[in-house]
C-alpha cells in the first residue's frame, strides 16, 4: 500500500490496518484492497485539513469526506461500502487503543440501492446447459471442463474464487458434497445434484487428463496450459455463454449464484438452508433472494389475473 504523502502517525496506523485485515480477519486480497483503498483516501482528506494524528479524526472530518465524494457524483453504493470500510477503521483504532473516541458511530450513510441481481429462467438455464453438454459430446477439454463449471456454479452456487480454489480432494462423489473454503477462511459443505455429478466426473475421466502437467497441482479445474483455473477465464467463458442466449440481462458467474438461490426459495427450500449452501455470514443478505421470489410472483399475478 502507498503511504506517501501521509503523517508518519496516518501512515503507521494503515500499514498496522493491512496487517490487521490480513491476520486476524482473513480477508481476501480484493476486499483488503478495497478497505485500505477506502481508508486511504479519508486519511488523506483528513491530512488535506491538517491531521496529522488518528486522534484529530473527528465526526465532522468524515462527514466531509463523504460529502466531498458525493458532490464528485460518487453513488450511494460507494458512499454506504466507503463508510462501511472506515467504521471497522475506526472500531479497530479504538480496540488498539490508538484513538480514545470512536468518531465513525454517529456517522450516517446513504443507504444502499436495492437492487435485484439477474436471475436466470428455468428456460434460459436448460437451453445454456444444452449447448454446454452439446459441446462436450465431442470430448474437448476444455468443452468438458466448461460444461462442468457451469454445472457445478448452478448446482451449488458457489462463488466463482471458491470454485477456482477447488481441488480434487474437495469433491465426495459417493455422498454428492463439496468442501468449500469461502470468505474469512471459512469452510462449509455444499451438495450438488445427480447433472452436476455426471458433468465433473465427465470431466475428471476424458478431460482434465490430457490438460494436467506437472504444475497442476491438485487443482480441480485447469487452464489451457495446465495450472489452476483463473477466476477471469471463468467469467468470460459464462458472459459468453449468456451472451449467445441473447435475451438475458444477467451477466457473469454470480448471476449463475443468484438464480440457484432464487430457484431454491421458489422450490421450497428454507431460508436459513440455502444461507448456508451460500456462505452467507448474516441470514440479512440471503433474504434479497426472498425479495426476487416475491417481485417475479407478483410479475406473473399481474399478467395473469384479471382484476391485478
Known sequence: MDYEGLPAELGGALDAFAQY?????????????GYLGDVRSLLSHAESEGAVRLQDLELGTLRRWLGAQSQEGAARSTLARRSASVRVFTAWAMAEERITTDPALRLKAPKREQSLPGVLQAGQLTRLLSTLE??????????????????????????VGELAGLDVDD???????LRVIGKGNKERTVP???????????WLRRGRPLVV???SGPALFLGVRGGRVDQRQVRAMVNDLFAGLGDT????????????????????ADLRAVQEI????????????THVSVDRLRKSYQQAHPRA
Open 21 to 33: 485485515l490480513s491476520a486476524e480477519r482473513a480477508v481476501s486480497p480484493h476486499t483488503l484492497r
Open 134 to 159: 452439446e459441446a462436450a459430446a465431442e470430448g474437448a477439454p476444455l468443452a468438458l471442463r466448461n460444461r462442468a463449471i457451469v454445472e457445478l456454479l448452478y448446482a451449488t452456487g458457489v462463488r
Open 171 to 177: 469433491l465426495d462423489p459417493d455422498r454428492r458434497t
Open 192 to 202: 450438488y445434484g445427480v447433472p452436476a455429478a455426471l458433468a465433473v466426473d465427465d
Open 213 to 215: 502437467r506437472d504444475n
Open 249 to 268: 440481462s444477467a451477466s457473469g458467474p454470480h448471476a449463475l449464484r443468484h438464480s440457484a438461490a432464487t430457484h431454491l426459495l421458489d422450490g421450497g
Open 278 to 289: 451460500l456462505g452467507h455470514s448474516s441470514l440479512a443478505t440471503t433474504q434479497i433472494y
